[in-house]
């Protein structure tokens, strides 16, 4: 499986952060609960946890928030290969513009 890995910078603070993360990711998944199969979320601390399916296709990762960077690692299908640039990018600019302070 192809592996996305991301580290984003923020100056919000731990508990900013992570409070802003799990509302965006509930937001998100309201949104998209249509199209979105075997949901699984799981914050631990400042940590979530995640797996979908998506159009049949198994995503799974993690989000850990430290006090001054946000990272990400996911595990997408080999399908999504051809378009992990635009899914790296599309998340570079969500999480960036959620972080801003």
Known sequence: MPRLTLEMPHA??????TQRLKD?????MAEHRERLSH?????????LSFAFQAMGMA?????????????????????AMFF???????????VGRLLAT
């Open 84 to 94: 992990k640039r635009a899914i790296e990018d599309r998340l570079r600019q969500e």
């Open 39 to 47: 949901f699984r979320e799981e914050w631990t601390d400042h940590t």
């Open 59 to 79: 995503v799974s990762g993690r989000v850990a928030v430290e006090a001054e960077k946000v990272k990400l690692d996911a595990d997408l299908p080999m399908a």
């Open 24 to 28: 965006k990711f509930a937001a998100a």
């Open 12 to 17: 919000l603070g731990l508990e900013e952060a």
